[in-house]
């Protein structure tokens, strides 16, 4: 079986690697429609028709890309599929085999027991293999350690996984050992029951003490990478239901460290969300938390905010603590990890910059 990049996302942070415009195609699928077949929007026809489940709005954003062609030209999302059609769908990327190869990657772990298991990912770590990163994944190096990990429906290749985190965001991740672990795991993440907090270093100073950032969220049409606020400022309708809880942890003048809880999971939720409210995670490159935001220009201290960027050479975002019920006892777990080095050592550079300064 060909692999989907297509394929219906996993809860949780992390970005999909999105569909973009690309000067040379692969081919994926090659659709003959059926004489028989009746009129049928080409969106809907496509999801039922590729390998696992896609969901339509993908599918739509490939049409747009050109990437859906009929008869070798291409066509709207409205499309209707007729008898004898030619379908084409070609990626920026090679057809890839989901067979995922094992890897010896140390795992930093936490709880382990007969169904689940709980990781401290370290930053630069790519959870699962993708486009550019097939290799040296944390999926790669669970496939080493672990045998017959179950996969989601919809997200073969992808083993033992049921939420994510991004590639530069440290912290904690639950992985399904067995088959009813992951199917219980994954109706807690979708009924928004797993307790997730993150840490997160934000630019400038919050005026309140703790706050609720409500605003849908979704991809901008600009920049499928990026996640925005789908509200009355944009004009954009359709975005997920997104909501993060926030609490001021430490003040320092040009940056804060705050306590995100997330009350749901969306693709940058928090990145997303802290931008949205003015106060961008520090060195976000994406969102904006990779040049001075709050502060002078002074030379001196944009040679130490510089400074402190290569000593976080990502976004300040850790996934600190953890909690759901184990699928299969029904015991509350809970679990907490301590921040990183980089992430400890930036805070003590600031503290002593605001002290001293």
């Known amino acids: 079986m060909s692999h989907d990049p297509l394929n219906v996302p996993l809860d949780d ?30 969106d809907k026809f496509l999801s039922t028709r590729l390998p696992g489940y896609v969901s339509r709005n993908k599918i739509q954003t490939a049409i747009d890309a050109e990437f859906v062609l009929v008869n070798g030209q291409p066509i709207k999302a409205n499309y209707k599929v007729r008898p004898a059609d030619l379908i084409t769908v070609s990626l920026p990327e090679p057809p890839r085999s989901d067979e995922v190869l094992p890897e010896d990657i140390p795992l930093n772990i936490v709880f382990e027991d007969d169904d689940v298991l709980v ?7 790519v959870v699962h293999p993708a486009y550019n990163n097939w ?14 990990l179950p996969n989601l429906k919809g997200n073969v290749g992808r083993p033992g996984l049921v939420h994510r985190i991004d590639k530069d965001t440290s912290g904690l991740l639950v992985i399904a050992k067995t088959e009813p672990a992951m199917i219980h795991l994954a109706k807690q993440f979708y009924a928004h029951t797993i307790d997730r907090v993150y840490y997160a270093l934000v630019w400038g100073e919050p005026k309140a003490d703790r706050g609720t950032v409500d605003v849908p969220l979704g991809k901008s049409p600009k920049d499928r990478r990026l996640v925005i606020a789908y509200d009355e400022k944009s004009g954009l309708e359709g975005g997920k239901n997104a909501i993060t809880h926030y609490e001021v942890l430490h003040r320092l003048r040009y940056v804060t460290l705050v306590r995100c809880k997330l009350e749901t999971g969306r693709t940058h939720q928090i990145r997303a969300h802290m931008r949205y409210i003015g106060h961008p995670v520090f060195n976000d490159e994406m969102y904006g938390g990779n040049q001075v935001v709050k ?6 201290y944009k040679a130490f905010v510089e400074n402190c960027f290569k000593i976080i050479p990502r976004q300040a975002l850790h996934a600190k603590s953890l909690g759901f019920e184990h699928p299969i006892s029904k015991k509350p777990l809970f679990f907490e990890s301590a921040l990183p080095a980089d992430f400890v050592e930036v805070l003590a550079k600031w503290e002593h910059y605001v002290n001293y300064n």
């Open 119 to 125: 990781i401290n990912k370290p930053p630069g770590l």
């Open 295 to 300: 502060g002078t220009q002074f030379s001196k």
């Open 135 to 148: 290799t040296g994944t944390l999926v790669n190096a669970l496939v080493f350690h672990f045998q017959q």
């Open 13 to 42: 942070e992390t970005n999909d690697n999105e569909i973009g415009d690309a000067d040379v195609l692969f081919e994926h699928h090659r659709i003959q429609v059926d004489p028989g077949q009746s009129l049928l929007r080409i």
